[in-house]
């Protein structure tokens, strides 16, 4: 990676958002660049005196550190190795292979709400109950796991495939849970009346059949092929993470307006080999969340980034599955309340600690 500058006048190289060239050409005067750096093409080079030595006049890097198949580029040379940075993170994310899933679906909305607002809306379960009712369904998400770690890092591990225990136990398997099943040829009913068991043959069946579709679970405890855990990388990324699917999103602020902001969401899923599900007899259906997720990734490219805005989610033009639709509908709200005249203070219970472990590393860092 390089600062997006010609060593010539400072011109921007690049100006289009993304893409593939041959070399960086920048359009100013046509000094050409090779995709390591490397000044190739001085027009004109004989009217230089001196004489421009390219070997020194190459692309600015910027430093660049990987964890599977993320890259991470970093602006300041005085930051620690990315590993060192995420410490216990980088253990507790790769036995999910994130490297082994697909990119299903590539989307950023763009928001009415600084991208602090944003973080910390990702960071409690204490606003679920009252705006994703859905998760009842299938997470227990009053008895889940917080963990907080260095440098602002947090995490949280909520009990899958179960219901609510706040909530009375039904007789059937919920809908979450009935399509879980039938994933693994399993008939629902034959859990009525005993639907506490369904997280762990989920587990057993997962482990069954995911050497017949070229899974290898054997990293992962049991408990991990049935619930879902979530880490937030301080400052502003996030990773939800399950057997077989991944989210990995991310929060970016507004170059001038700090009331608005950019968020990314990067949507993996792991792929059965067909041939290979077909042979073994195991049904795999799309991820059974939402109907409306793009599972199709055209052959041999990657899927198209979509980009629209907060109205085209709430007037239903576009989805970012139904979890997330919800909190971008009453993310402008947020924003516009904590702005108010009548509101001056924050008030966290024990669930929100991870707010709070967010906002003291900003303040430890900030000046």
Request: aromatic share 8%; net charge negative; charged share 25%.
């Amino acid at each position: 990676a390089f600062h997006n500058v010609c060593q010539h006048r400072g011109a921007k190289v690049m100006v289009n958002r993304g893409g593939w060239v041959r070399e960086f050409v920048c359009p100013y005067h046509g000094w050409t660049y090779d995709h390591g750096g490397r000044l190739t093409l001085v027009p004109d080079a004989e009217r230089f005196t001196p004489p421009v030595d390219c070997a020194s006049r190459g692309l600015r890097p910027v430093r660049v550190e990987t964890l599977g198949d993320l890259v991470f580029v970093c602006l300041s040379d005085a930051a620690p190795p990315l590993a060192e940075f995420l410490g216990e993170l980088s253990d507790l994310i790769a036995p999910y292979d994130v490297a082994g899933m697909t990119l299903v679906a590539d989307q950023t909305v763009h928001l009415d709400a600084n991208w602090k607002a944003v973080f910390d809306n990702f960071g409690e379960l204490y606003h679920v109950e009252h705006i994703h009712p859905q998760h009842a369904e299938v997470f227990d998400c009053p008895t889940a796991e917080i963990h907080l770690f260095d440098r602002g890092h947090t995490g949280v591990v909520i009990d899958g495939h179960v219901v609510n225990t706040r909530l009375p136990i039904p007789d059937e398997p919920t809908l979450y849970m009935a399509m879980a099943l039938r994933r693994y040829g399993v008939d629902p009913d034959e859990y009525r009346g005993r639907v506490l068991d369904v997280r762990a043959d989920v587990q057993r069946l997962r482990r069954e059949h995911g050497p017949r579709l070229g899974y290898d679970y054997s990293a992962m405890s049991d408990e991990r092929l049935s619930d879902i855990e979530q880490y937030n990388m301080f400052p502003n990324t996030m990773i939800t993470l399950m057997p077989d699917d991944a989210l990995i999103m991310r929060a970016r602020p507004h170059p001038t307006d700090p009331n608005q902001c950019w968020w990314d969401k990067f949507t993996f899923h792991r792929q059965p080999d067909p041939t290979v599900a077909e042979r073994s007899g195991v049904a795999f259906e799309p991820h059974p969340a939402d109907d409306r997720r793009p599972n199709d990734v055209p052959a041999g490219g990657r899927v198209e980034h979509d980009d629209f805005t907060q109205d085209d989610i709430i007037e239903g033009r576009k989805s970012m599955t139904i979890t997330i639709d919800q909190d971008v509908h009453l993310i402008r709200d947020v924003q516009a309340g904590m702005r108010s005249r009548g509101f001056d203070t924050a008030v966290l219970c024990d669930d929100e600690v991870r707010v709070q472990h967010f906002h003291d590393q900003l303040v430890h860092l900030l000046p």
